[in-house]
């Protein structure tokens, strides 16, 4: 059952986790979590959690309503990616044929694929065995074996034998208080990705049409979020980005009201993703602000000199202002469809059906937990769903080409119409005057 509602759904409080999972930081290279939300002007509580020997980035970041949420955030995930760096899962070295002779293997043509190698059936590469997920029960789905590059963090080269065919990330590595919150969470996290890539396509004006209206957001806890960031004279503005799956989805951007040649602070960005648009939307505007503070904090290994000084140029600040912030909204807010259940398995059970309504195969969960630390992390792949696109090297999946297609259509049929009206009305006005 959840028991705690506060800007997300849990079935424990933040301070229960804490306390749960305070004893086994030093084991996991977690040297310190340090509060940075004082080095911005808004005090939305960020928090990093440092882990100075990491195989992927060392500093991860949380954010929350609290800074007891803060710190749970921050440290579940810097725990998530320490389980994917060091996996004691069994697994298979061989090749796509030999392997789908006797075990089930997911169907690699729906799976993130990078185009830095080709994929060839015959190549060995390491696998690992997950189970598909079916409703919300975790025990009742079918093995399946997925690539190891799907399932690991750990970044370090040289990488396995056949890497470079798949997608490396985080994408879908999530931990909770059980493993059904994991799973849910992970979920959100894919449907986010995939959502974000098809949201990717769409033509400036028809993203324009997106930008949700938040004064028409009646809950108190996002209304008083809101009120803090403007009242550091700092700018939101939200876009209902959900896709097809019809998962409450958000977009996020924050910049200052005001530029400042002295502190040149940059617009950024969040998403959120959750069957309570409630929950969806605090995700996505306090990721904006984490992601801000992480620049900010300059911790982030994986940031560069380039990123800090494109951002921090006026004249593109200025662009992002005047095309995205100071732009009408045309979403309601109380328009959007959202879901409110009693139990992380009922979240669960309707992730699954959304993506069975569109035909999409049944996600696969590999169970990462350590029996040493018995913090539930698991890593989930879904089949169909795209992945992180604005990484260099992704090749686009069906969704995304299907989508893509569509988007081209319309437009030519806009401007055919467009043409038509044109000729239409070019010979009506060359009509004599009786």
Known sequence: MKTYRTGTH???????????????????????????????????????ACRPNAKAVAVSQGKGISVAAAKASAAMEAIETYHAEHI??????????????????????????MNVMPFSAATRRPWVEGRELKGGQLESGTAVYVPYDLVHCDFTVPLPPGSGCFQLSTNGLASGN??????????????????MTLWSFLPKPQQALKKVDLSSITDPTIQALIKQIEDADVMVSVWNVTSDLNIP??????LNRQESQHRPLYPMSGCGTHLDKHVAMMRAITEAVQTRLTLISGSRDDASLKEYQFRQNIAYQEQVRSELMDTPSYIDFNNIDTWLHDTIEEDLALLVSQ????????????????????????????????????????????????FSKKQENQQQTALKQQNTTKQTMNSKSKEPIL
């Open 355 to 402: 993506l069975k309504k569109h035909h999409l195969p049944n996600p696969i969960v590999i169970d990462l937990t350590k029996p040493e630390f018995d913090i539930p992390v698991v890593r989930v792949i879904a089949p169909g769903l795209e992945g992180i696109h604005d990484v260099l090297g992704y090749v686009f999946g069906q969704r995304a080409l299907t």
């Open 178 to 195: 059980t493993r059904e919150e994991a799973t849910s969470h992970a979920l959100c996290e894919l449907i986010e990705r995939d959502a």
């Open 88 to 113: 004691d899962l069994p697994m298979r070295f061989t090749n796509f044929t030999e392997l789908s002779k006797s075990h089930n293997v997911v169907d690699v043509t729906q799976v993130p694929r």
């Open 249 to 254: 989805t958000f977009f996020c951007t924050i």
């Open 10 to 48: 849990r079935t424990v409080s933040p301070e229960e986790t804490l306390n749960k999972i305070q004893p086994h930081l030093a084991a996991m290279g977690i040297t310190r979590l340090a509060n940075v939300t004082g080095l911005d002007d808004i005090g939305v509580p960020v928090i990093t």
